[in-house]
């Protein structure tokens, strides 16, 4: 069974950077891709917005427009885990980030519902 860990979160002032960690155990991926949502207080786990996503076996990434330029999506293939470098953060990106895999999708896969394999998310807080 897949399971994902992210960690990395916490509490940091506006234009300050935070580097989230995704570790994949129970499975290794050659195929498809990993992804970073997140989600805002009071949006449910439907609304999840999509924020960075990355193929496993290819070269690719994709990154909502809300983040571009400031985040960074990365993967270390050996250690089945993916990263999201945040950079000049901002208090609007406070939520709660959740990992994401998926053995059949690809990396501008958007959608949060057709995502199957979930971390338990972690928060970032980003004060003004």
């Known amino acids: 069974q897949v399971q994902l860990v992210e960690s990395g979160g916490g509490l940091v002032p506006a234009e300050g950077s935070l580097r989230l960690s995704c570790s994949v155990t129970?499975?290794?991926?050659?195929?498809?891709?990993a992804a970073w949502f997140r989600q805002a207080p009071g949006k449910t786990r439907e609304e999840r917005e999509f924020?960075?996503?990355?193929?496993?076996?290819?070269?690719?990434?994709y990154y909502s427009k809300s983040v571009r330029g400031r985040f960074t999506i990365s993967k270390d293939i050996p250690k089945n885990a993916v990263f999201l470098q945040m950079n000049n953060l901002k208090p609007e990106d406070t939520a709660t980030y959740y990992c994401?895999?998926?053995?059949?999708?690809?990396?501008?896969?958007?959608?949060?519902?057709?995502?199957?394999?979930w971390g338990q998310g972690t928060q970032v807080t980003v004060s003004s």
């Open positions: 129970g499975r290794t991926f050659t195929t498809g891709a």
């Open positions: 924020v960075a996503g990355i193929n496993w076996g290819s070269r690719g990434t």
């Open positions: 994401a895999v998926d053995d059949l999708l690809n990396y501008a896969d958007t959608n949060a519902a057709a995502w199957r394999s």
